[in-house]
């Protein structure tokens, strides 16, 4: 192992996500310094000093450090990772939430019929994911980049202008560890004699399960318990952990889900530190949509199918997948091209006329999808 000193950068520190993923990280002691980066530093002092606080109260040795860092202005944030050469950038970046807007978008969605998937809020993530992706390839190309920015798209975005993050976290990760709670419920069993290896996208957190491609193997104390359950009851395994760890189906009870998000970001930055070779659930591997299990190193992160999966039957499922979420196909230089069912939902239930989102408008374009769920928000709360 290598004395060299590891080093984490938190983007988007300040965020709902990010506050909590800055003090996971420092409670884990992963990393010998922690970064938590924000583009305004009054705005990151209480994080900051939460997050030092949080690591010397738990023990640990991390030194914790704010970073001022101005994600758009490509060239400074090269500088500043040359400066740094961070071990791992925890990416939670985003230049809009979505959190307040949910209840709105539910009911807006029940008026019409409809559940589109979440292709559409592509221009909030990608604003400050390529920009990011740039420096990092311009300074610290071998850092490793864990992603929350529209994880199980974003690496087929980025992936054909070759600034694909190296995994994403979130969204599967959290839907495979609710799974493998529901199992040990069901089996009256503690979660720690159940593992759960899933394949499938985002998709499958908007849509019943049953609707939705995925592959699914259970071992239960090393013994495999796939085939003990019939289809019905892994769709409701699905259903039930995509409800109680996420925010996006139409029946979730829970309102707000960063904490669960942030513990995923941190695990994987933690066992990539840590080199510990472990396998979890990522997103966007090797350019893939959608997400797989992944076994996690500093050196390299690579997909690890359950057995008897193909790499093709993989990108077949989260293909579809994929297309569910709204994404029908990217061209080589990155420009997205929204499905059928996804433009009508933008125009008819956001008043949005777009087809397309080409990575140089989404600077333009996440402003006007901001007003546009404000205005929703603003209607569906008064009606």
């Not at 506050?19 to 009054?42: C, K, N, V």
């Not at 925890?90 to 009911?107: D, E, I, V």
């Not at 996690?296 to 993989?314: C, D, M, N």
Request: charged share 20%; with cysteine.
């Amino acid at each position: 192992m290598s004395d060299e000193k590891t080093k984490i950068i938190i983007t988007g520190s300040t965020g709902t996500v990010g506050t909590y993923a800055s003090l996971f990280m420092a409670r884990l002691g992963a990393a010998d310094h922690l970064y938590i980066a924000s583009r305004t530093p009054e705005k990151a002092a209480t994080v900051f000093y939460n997050s030092q606080v949080n690591a010397v109260m738990r023990g640990q040795k991390t030194l914790v450090e704010p970073l001022t860092l101005n994600i758009p202005d490509v060239e400074e944030t090269a500088e500043k990772l040359l400066r740094i050469k961070p071990t791992v950038i925890l990416n939670c970046a985003a230049a809009m939430s979505l959190y307040s807007f949910f209840p709105a978008m539910r009911r807006r969605q029940r008026k019409m019929g409809m559940i589109p998937g979440f292709a559409h809020t592509l221009p909030k993530d990608m604003a400050l994911l390529w920009p990011l992706m740039k420096a990092v390839k311009m300074a610290v190309p071998d850092t490793v980049v864990v992603n929350f920015a529209a994880p199980d798209i974003a690496s087929v975005i980025l992936t054909p202008v070759s600034l694909a993050p190296t995994v994403g976290a979130g969204t599967l990760d959290s839907t495979a560890h609710g799974v493998k709670l529901g199992i040990a419920i069901h089996l009256g069993l503690p979660p720690h004699c159940v593992e759960v290896r899933l394949v499938a996208h985002h998709a499958i957190r908007r849509y019943p399960a049953k609707e939705v491609p995925f592959i699914l193997r259970i071992t239960v104390n090393g013994e495999d318990y796939t085939r003990r359950f019939d289809q019905e009851q892994l769709d409701g395994f699905i259903d039930h952990a995509t409800d109680i760890t996420g925010v996006e189906t139409m029946n979730t009870p829970v309102t707000n889900n960063a904490s669960v998000t942030a513990a995923s970001g941190a695990e994987t930055s933690r066992c990539i530190l840590l080199n510990t070779g472990e396998i979890r659930h990522g997103s966007g591997v090797k350019g893939m949509p959608g997400g797989t299990p992944v076994r996690l190193s500093r050196k390299e992160v690579e997909v690890a199918l359950p057995e008897g999966v193909t790499f093709e039957e993989a990108v077949h499922v989260n293909t579809i997948g994929m297309k569910l979420d709204g994404l029908e196909s990217v061209d080589q230089d990155g420009t997205v091209h929204f499905t059928e069912k996804e433009c009508y939902w933008l125009e008819n239930g956001l008043g949005l006329n777009w087809k397309t989102m080409r990575l140089e408008e989404t600077e333009k374009m996440w402003p006007e999808l901001d007003a546009a769920y404000k205005r929703m928000k603003k209607v569906e709360e008064s009606a």
